[in-house]
């Protein structure tokens, strides 16, 4: 059974300060991960896309992967109160050759609020 | 708003309707996909229509029938649903590419959803 876990939370953050999301996953050969954000009552929207080891940094966001691990992560630095949301983590499962392909397992997310 | 639409965006009805939902996608993707997001619970991928093929999740029962006419259409057909049905129901689409046998899907964007509510 392939997995994606994350606290669910609520995260609480002050204005201003570093909000850091966790996600671990099961299948060790995974290549693609994802992260979105999703407002209640809202569908999901992306937010990064990670798919070698390291940092990857786009304005406040910071998604990090270590395969090694098999843990990806997601920082937002000086958290605003439109970040309050709930941040999904999608990891593509291992592509197999002539089988099912390149399909998204979703954690539950969490649930992040951040305090004016 | 990410090119790919949804209607209708609420919907209620009976256990003995019958009704479908309807996605487009404007976005020239080939892969469009299904999915339920209920209270506590993963968004949980129900059915695929990807190069022309479907792959089914087994554990969708047959009161949820999916239609793909084309690349751009997916219907979800609904009957005799159960108050448990209701949920979110999201419906996203990628590009996906078939290469020597594996295939590989880029990111997929979702539409606003519909909200069904099973009395």
């Known amino acids: 059974q392939k997995e994606v876990e994350q606290n669910s939370g609520p995260l609480s953050v002050p204005e201003g300060a570093i909000a850091s999301l966790n996600c671990t996953y099961s299948d060790r050969v995974s290549q693609s991960f994802f992260w979105y954000r999703q407002y209640s009552g809202k569908s999901p929207e992306l937010i990064m896309s990670i798919y070698s080891n390291g940092d990857k940094e786009d304005g406040r966001f910071t998604a990090q992967l270590n395969k090694a691990s098999q843990y990806v992560s997601l920082l937002i630095r000086d958290s605003q109160p439109s970040d309050s949301a709930t941040y999904l983590c999608a990891v593509k499962i291992s592509l197999s050759y002539g089988g099912s392909q390149g399909n998204l397992i979703f954690g539950k997310g969490t649930k992040l609020s951040v305090k004016p | 708003e990410t090119g790919v639409t949804q209607t209708p965006r609420h919907l209620v009805m009976g256990m003995t309707n019958k009704k479908s939902l309807k996605c487009e996608q404007h976005l020239g993707h080939n892969a469009m996909y299904w999915y339920k997001q209920s209270a506590k619970k993963p968004l949980e991928l129900m059915f695929v229509?990807?190069?022309?093929?479907?792959?089914e999740n087994n554990s969708v029962p047959s009161r949820f029938s999916p239609e793909c006419p084309n690349s751009s259409h997916l219907f979800l057909h609904l009957h005799t649903l159960q108050p448990e049905d209701s949920a979110l129901y999201l419906c996203?689409?990628?590009?996906?590419?078939?290469?020597?046998?594996?295939?590989?899907?880029?990111?997929?964007?979702f539409g606003p959803g519909t909200r069904l509510t099973v009395l």
């Open positions: 996203a689409s990628s590009q996906e590419i078939a290469l020597a046998g594996a295939r590989s899907a880029d990111t997929q964007y």
């Open positions: 229509y990807s190069l022309e093929e479907r792959v």
